[in-house]
């Protein structure tokens, strides 16, 4: 895991303390999404050492595959009130999943400063797991910003496997995961 330097006064243990608090509430959101059968990925966004938001997967309840918990999070801080959409140049989000192309294209066009996730997306992410949209130099109407991976990883990982062989009821019968295994064996990272 890289340590950053960062010039807020605080030592990097404290510094290492505070991105596990703050993976430590996005986990808390992922569980949520877990016992309401979403996909189990939780995410807080952090401004000044505050959570101004945070949100958790909602596809299935809102019917709307767009809804994943950057989203969420994002449409609750634009419509509080509070911010406009320059605070998340000043902003680190903490999500316990890498962010998926879609996501991370998003957190480009907002400006994200940097992004601190759990385990990687290798099926559809996008901050260097499948793609790297957090740094293409193609992309120049947006600014780059760093992604950090490994908070919290084989907690985050676990969550997904419990979720995928988890049985769903309104799955058609072919669909069903009668013969699955959950897979307790984690690899290292890459």
């Known amino acids: 895991m890289n340590e950053e330097k960062l010039d807020d006064g605080k030592d990097n243990v404290s510094r290492e303390t505070?991105?596990?608090?703050?993976?430590?509430?996005?986990?808390?959101?992922a569980h949520e999404a877990y016992e309401s059968h979403e996909v189990p990925v939780g995410c807080v966004f952090v401004h000044n050492n505050e959570i101004i938001g945070f949100g958790r997967n909602k596809t299935n309840e809102a019917l709307n595959g767009t809804r994943h918990a950057?989203?969420?999070?994002?449409?609750?801080?634009?419509?509080?009130?509070?911010?406009?959409?320059?605070?998340?140049?000043e902003c680190s989000l903490?999500?316990?999943?890498?962010?998926?192309?879609?996501?991370?294209?998003?957190?480009?066009?907002?400006?994200?400063?940097?992004?601190?996730?759990?385990?990687?997306?290798?099926?559809?992410?996008?901050?260097?797991?499948?793609f790297n949209i957090?740094?293409?130099?193609?992309?120049?109407?947006h600014p780059q910003?760093?992604?950090i991976g490994g908070y919290?990883?084989?907690?985050?990982?676990?969550?997904?496997?419990?979720?995928?062989?988890?049985?769903n009821d309104n799955a058609p019968e072919p669909?069903?995961?009668?013969?699955?295994v959950l897979k307790t064996t984690i690899k290292p990272p890459k």
Do not use: W
């Open 175 to 180: 669909k069903r995961k009668h013969q699955r």
């Open 94 to 130: 903490y999500v316990t999943v890498e962010p998926c192309v879609m996501c991370a294209y998003a957190l480009r066009q907002l400006g994200i400063q940097q992004v601190y996730y759990g385990c990687a997306n290798e099926r559809f992410g996008g901050t260097g797991s499948v």
């Open 134 to 141: 957090h740094e293409d130099p193609i992309l120049l109407l």
């Open 18 to 29: 505070d991105h596990y608090q703050y993976m430590r509430r996005a986990l808390d959101l």
């Open 70 to 89: 950057e989203f969420e999070a994002i449409d609750t801080i634009l419509s509080s009130g509070k911010y406009t959409s320059d605070v998340f140049k």
């Open 152 to 167: 919290y990883r084989e907690e985050a990982i676990m969550l997904l496997r419990k979720f995928y062989v988890r049985e």
């Open 145 to 147: 910003y760093p992604s």
